[in-house]
């Protein structure tokens, strides 16, 4: 289940991930910090998702905090396993 409709900001409250109950990332973009990021899926897809005029792209691919995301899972996560964005990739 995600909150509120996914035309808005979502929290995914029904992980698969094992060690988690829910996830939600308040944070898009990347920054590239090795040789291994020179064919970075996560790239392309931002450009694309720019183009297609999502406003959580609209700056492309730089770092970016989603201000309106940040305080979002506090309601629906109170006593589970949660889990925020990804594990850096370094």
């Known amino acids: 289940m995600k909150y509120p409709p996914a035309d808005g900001p979502t929290v995914s409250d029904n992980s698969r991930i094992e060690w988690t109950e829910a996830t939600w990332n308040p944070v898009t973009g990347c920054t590239k910090v090795s040789p291994g990021c020179k064919h970075c899926y996560a790239e392309r897809l931002a450009k694309r998702l720019k183009a297609m ?32 964005g990804h594990p850096p990739w370094r």
């Open 53 to 84: 005029g999502s406003p959580r792209y609209r700056n492309g691919f730089p770092v970016t905090l989603q201000e309106d995301l940040v305080d979002l899972p506090l309601p629906s996560i109170r006593g589970q396993a949660s889990t925020m």
